[in-house]
C-alpha cells in the first residue's frame, strides 16, 4: 500500500469519528500520521540511493607550486581540452561551403541585392551543411535574427555574419585561453602582455614599431585593459569580459594595413597613437631620469590643471619617492581623456573625496574650486563667486542627497565630464564658462 492510500483511509476513518472530538486534536492527528507515512517512505527512498548519504566532490583546489607533476598535468590537460576545442570550430573551407549553401537554397525574392532564406530552407541547410553547423541551425537562432520581411525569411548574409562572429569569439576565448596560466579564466597583467607581445608580428600596422619600443607599446596597450575592465585593481581581468569589450576588436583592427590616418588617431592601440602618449611622457620628463615629478606633470596637456589636484594625483596614486612612472601615468592620460566613462569618473573622484566620506559635499567643492579662483587671480581675471558655481554642480546633478554629491550621482547624470573640468582645470572651467559663446 503506498502513502497515497494510506492517507486517503485515514482520512476515511477521520470522518467517521468526525464531532466525537475536537478539532485542535483532530489536526495534531493528521499532523502526526502525514509525518510518520513521509518520514517513512523517506527513508526508504534514502536506502535505495546512496547520493543521499554525502554530498558529491564539487571543488577540487589548484596544485600547489611544489606539486610539479600536478601542475605539468593539468596543463596537458588544458592543452588538450583546448585543442580538441579549437579542432571543432569551423574552418575556412567549411565556412565556405556553408555560404555556397546558403546561397544555394536561398528563398526568394531578394530583398534589394540582399537574399533571404525562410525556416524550411533553413533547415535543409542544416541537414547538408554537417554536424558542425548544427549548433548555429536553432530555432532559437533564426527566431534572433528575424526582422520585418513579410515573408518571415531572414538574412543569408545577416546569418552568416553572425555565424563568422561567433567562430572568431570561440577561436579567440581558445586563443586567451592558451595564456590563461592559472586556467580559472582570467588574464593577470603578464598573461596579458605575453598575449599582446606574440600579437604584434601579426598586426602589420605595426610593423614600423622598432623592437627597442615594443616593452612601451605593451604597456600602453595592457594599461588599457586594466583601466576600464579592472577598476576595483584586482589585478586580473576574466576573459569573457575582454571579449565583451570592444578593445579586442579596436586592436585587431590593426590587421586592416588599408586602415585610415584618421582611424589610427582615434585608435589607443595604434603605432601612432601609443607614440604621441610616450612621446608626451618624454617631453613631461624634463631632467631624463624616466619619471614625473609634480611639477613635470603640471605642464601636462594645456598646463592648467590646478596645484590642489596634482598634489591629490601624487597623494593618491602610486609613486616611488615621491614620483610617477609611465605605469601610473597611462592610468592618469586614460581618466582625463575618458571622462564620460564610470571608470574615469571613478578614478577622479577618488582624488576629489579629499575628506574620504565616498561623497563630495560643499567643503570638497569649495577646496577644489579655491585653487580656480586663485589660478584666475594670477592670470588678471575677475574669480567666479563660489556660491554660483556650486549651485550650477549640484543643478546639473541632481544628486539624491541634496547636500552630497556620491559617485552614482556623477555617473548617472550623464554631467560627470563637465563637473570633473569645472574643479580641477581652468581650461576647462572657462570652457563650461563660455559654453554659450563657443557653442559647446
Known amino acids: 500500500m503506498d502513502w497515497v492510500q494510506k492517507l486517503k483511509d485515514y482520512n476515511t476513518k477521520k470522518e467517521a469519528i468526525k464531532g466525537k472530538r475536537s478539532e485542535s486534536d483532530i489536526k495534531y492527528e493528521e499532523t502526526e500520521e502525514f509525518n510518520k507515512i513521509y518520514n517513512k517512505c523517506k527513508g526508504s527512498r534514502k536506502q535505495n540511493h546512496n547520493s543521499y548519504t554525502s554530498i558529491p566532490r564539487f571543488y577540487y583546489k589548484l596544485p600547489a607550486e611544489d606539486e610539479v607533476l600536478l601542475q605539468k598535468l593539468r596543463e596537458e590537460s588544458r592543452a588538450v581540452f583546448l585543442q580538441r576545442r579549437s579542432r571543432e570550430l569551423l574552418d575556412n573551407d567549411e565556412l565556405q561551403n556553408l555560404w555556397f549553401l546558403l546561397d544555394k537554397h536561398h528563398t526568394p525574392p531578394l530583398v534589394g541585392e540582399d537574399q533571404m532564406i525562410n525556416y524550411e530552407d533553413f533547415l535543409r541547410v542544416a541537414e547538408e551543411a554537417g ?7 536553432t530555432a532559437t537562432v533564426f527566431a534572433k535574427l528575424q526582422q520585418t520581411d513579410p515573408y518571415g525569411r531572414i538574412s543569408i548574409m545577416q546569418f552568416f555574419n553572425y555565424v563568422m562572429r561567433k567562430v572568431w569569439l570561440h577561436q579567440t576565448r581558445i586563443g586567451l585561453s592558451l595564456y590563461d596560466v592559472a586556467g580559472q579564466g582570467y588574464l593577470k597583467e603578464s598573461d596579458l602582455e605575453n598575449y599582446i607581445l606574440e600579437l604584434i608580428p601579426t598586426l602589420p600596422q605595426l610593423d614600423g614599431l622598432e623592437k627597442s619600443f615594443y616593452s612601451f607599446y605593451v604597456c600602453t596597450a595592457v594599461r588599457k585593459f586594466f583601466f576600464f575592465l579592472d577598476p576595483m585593481r584586482t589585478g586580473k581581468i576574466k576573459i569573457q569580459d575582454i571579449l565583451a569589450c570592444s578593445f579586442l576588436d579596436d586592436l585587431l583592427e590593426l590587421r586592416d594595413e588599408d586602415l585610415p590616418k584618421d582611424a589610427q588617431d582615434s585608435n589607443w592601440f595604434s603605432a601612432p597613437s601609443a607614440l604621441r602618449v610616450y ?10 631620469n624616466g619619471m614625473l615629478s609634480k611639477d613635470e606633470l603640471s605642464r601636462y596637456g594645456t598646463g592648467t590643471l590646478t596645484d590642489v589636484f596634482l598634489e591629490r594625483v601624487f597623494q593618491e596614486c602610486l609613486t616611488y619617492d615621491g614620483e610617477m612612472d609611465y605605469k601610473t601615468y597611462l592610468d592618469f592620460v586614460l581618466a582625463l581623456e575618458n571622462r564620460k566613462e564610470p571608470q574615469a569618473l571613478q578614478y577622479i573622484f577618488k582624488l576629489l573625496d579629499v575628506q574620504g566620506r565616498g561623497y563630495l559635499n560643499v567643503f570638497a567643492l569649495n577646496f577644489f574650486f579655491r585653487a580656480i579662483q586663485e589660478q584666475m587671480k594670477m592670470h588678471g581675471q575677475e574669480p567666479v563667486s563660489f ?5 550650477e554642480i549640484f543643478d546639473m546633478v541632481k544628486p539624491e542627497d541634496p547636500l552630497k554629491i556620491a559617485l552614482p550621482d556623477l555617473i548617472n547624470s550623464g554631467q560627470g565630464e563637465t563637473v570633473t573640468s569645472i574643479l580641477i582645470d581652468l581650461n576647462g572651467f572657462w570652457t563650461y564658462e563660455n559654453r554659450e559663446v563657443t557653442g559647446k
Not at 556660491?387 to 549651485?391: E, L, N, P
Open 387 to 391: 556660491a554660483d558655481v556650486k549651485d
Open 131 to 137: 554536424a558542425k553547423c548544427k549548433p548555429f541551425f
Open 279 to 288: 612621446g608626451q611622457y618624454l617631453n613631461l620628463d624634463k631632467d631624463h
